[in-house]
């Protein structure tokens, strides 16, 4: 079965510095993996995905991801961010169970913005 | 868009009470699931559907039922709601594939 690593729980940063949340999977032959934002009680909002092709994935809110077969990873990365970027972020790998495509989710990280 | 539409925000239950957390999406989706979310642990897939009246354990059933009847709808039930089944609950669906999920806004259940 598969399995996700978020490294850091929480993550403060100033508004406007760049900011890397970071996200390892546990290997496979063929890897799909995801970035979701949640922000204050609300639902999940898919950032961006990686299938196959280019290594960098861009996704909303300026955010991208480069996937890294060698070392198992998928961070996160935001050049610049705002204060409106607060909120928890999950990195999750989907695998194939029983006619569905199933996510696993790592433990979150949660982003804060500081002024 | 797709809508994921949880019935309940917010539900306070007592140990004991058989809970119903209903779950509707608009988009003929075929794959639903069900998630618990607790701090530090993320989510947590306790079942998911892939078609009507198919259903399947995920990591953590025990203590949990579900049904589809139909297509758009699929329910959580806790059979006797106990004060560890304290947590958030969200609904995702997707059509199959690799599109991701939509989710729906969660139910923040608390049993005293």
């Known amino acids: 079965a598969q399995s996700v690593t978020q490294l850091d729980s929480q993550v403060p940063v100033f508004e406007e510095a760049p900011v890397e949340l970071r996200c390892n999977y546990s290997?496979?032959?063929?890897?799909?993996l995801f970035w979701y934002v949640q922000y204050p009680n609300q639902g999940l909002q898919l950032l961006l995905k990686?299938?196959?092709?280019?290594?960098l994935v861009k996704g909303i809110n300026g955010f991208e991801a480069e996937f890294n077969k060698s070392q198992t990873s998928f961070h996160l990365r935001k050049p610049s961010v705002h204060i409106s970027d607060t909120a928890e972020y999950f990195c999750?790998?989907?695998?194939?169970?029983?006619?569905?495509?199933?996510?696993?989710f790592g433990q979150g990280t949660r982003l804060t913005i500081n002024p | 868009d797709v809508k994921v539409t949880q019935s309940s925000r917010y539900l306070v239950k007592r140990t004991g009470e058989k809970v119903f957390l209903e779950c509707v999406q608009d988009?003929?989706?075929?794959?639903m699931f069900w998630y618990r979310q607790d701090p530090g642990l993320g989510l947590r897939l306790i079942y998911f559907?892939?078609?009507?009246?198919?259903?399947e354990k995920g990591d953590i059933p025990e203590g949990y039922s579900v049904s589809r009847e139909k297509k758009e709808r699929f329910s959580l039930i806790l059979e006797s709601a106990s004060t560890n089944q304290t947590s958030m609950y969200l609904c995702?669906?997707?059509?199959?594939?690799?599109?991701?999920?939509?989710f729906g806004s969660g139910t923040r259940l608390t049993v005293v």
């Open positions: 290997s496979s032959v063929s890897v799909y």
């Open positions: 559907s892939y078609d009507v009246k198919m259903k």
């Open positions: 990686y299938l196959s092709g280019s290594t």
């Open positions: 999750a790998v989907s695998e194939r169970v029983q006619g569905a495509q199933k996510l696993v």
């Open positions: 988009m003929d989706h075929e794959n």
């Open positions: 995702a669906s997707t059509p199959g594939g690799n599109y991701g999920y939509t």
